[in-house]
């Protein structure tokens, strides 16, 4: 019978090794995979398997199509099938290298027949504002995954700990109540379990926390929902210890050019932006917005579902019609400005009046479709067009 499976992630990788020490404490006979990347560029990826007592097994396995998270995807699933088939392990803790991301390990685990029944990613609170406001390519510090792995720290960052439902939280001397609050803003749903920051036999009053998250379930597909730009849970508006979220909605449309000539300023003005757009120019293309570190990503996520026949509105994930039911506009369907700022010392009235005026104006508005499609295609060469 093959052991439940646990994924415990992050960049911050002493609060990783602080969670992954804290499950082998918690569940006795637990044992821990961990892949190390950082020898990619040599060629391999170094293997390791442990448990409590120590290093059971250690080997390489060749990286494939010089990738060395595919080469982690084709090793762990064999690696997790001949720990089940010893048997006598209660908890299979998979802990990610830094920049490897939950996701697809998830889809990965699940895919392979394995039951995963938690995604953790440890944080530092201290290091939450540093990391998302670090831009430096991954390659610049030694934590690619690929030679044309282009992410940056902040992006990784900002998915890693968007993506999993728990964070275990380190204890942090420099942390302070601002950096705590980011922490809740940028990820209003987790549940956050406090974790000592190595010291696990002794760090906690309530040791089996950890544990219990760890075992709670884990849903793949509503986990890669919840990701989606159409069907994103957003957070909230928020406003406390200095940390400000500021949710941003309207219907109207930008206009190109405008929204264009203000992406640097509106990509400036938070640690982290996120959500879905329309630009009058194309009616049909929901795009997703994506912002850390002072970079911005601008995606086509397909069609808004208003644009789409009724036949194949039958294709769509009933979580996708749900989320548009749910705000559906007589005119726009589900054509909607919806985007999320979360910063330290936001300026809301600033950011509010900006992206205002990218809006059509009432006149532009009013001129109809058919004009709006001949405005300046002012994305065509971000989004490749």
Known sequence: MSPPVVIVGGLHADARRAAVDRLLADVPGSVVLHHDLATAAAGTVVRTVRDAAGVRSAGEAPLVNDCACCALREDLVPELARLADAGGTPLAIVELWDSVEPKAMAEVMTAGGFTVTGVITAVDPALVLPYLGNGDDLAEG????????????????????????????????????????????????????????????????????????????????????AQHPACALLPAEADAHGVATFVWRRRRPFHPERLYAALEDLTCAAARSRGRFWLADKPDTLLHWDAAGGALCVESAGPWLASLPDAAWEMVPPVRRAAAALDWHPEHGDRCQHLVFTSPGLDRDGLAHLLESCLLTDAEYAAGRDAWKRLPPAFDTLLEV
């Open 142 to 225: 030694g934590l690619a995954a690929a030679a044309t792995d282009q992410r940056t720290v902040a992006d990784t960052f900002a998915r890693q700990l968007e993506y999993a439902p728990v964070l275990a939280v380190a204890e942090s001397a420099e942390a302070d109540d601002e950096d705590r609050e980011l922490l809740a803003q940028l990820h209003p749903t987790a549940r956050r379990v406090p974790i000592g920051h190595g010291d696990p036999a002794g760090a906690s009053s309530r040791p089996s926390l950890l544990a219990e998250a760890a075992l709670a379930g884990f849903d793949v597909e509503a986990a890669a929902a």
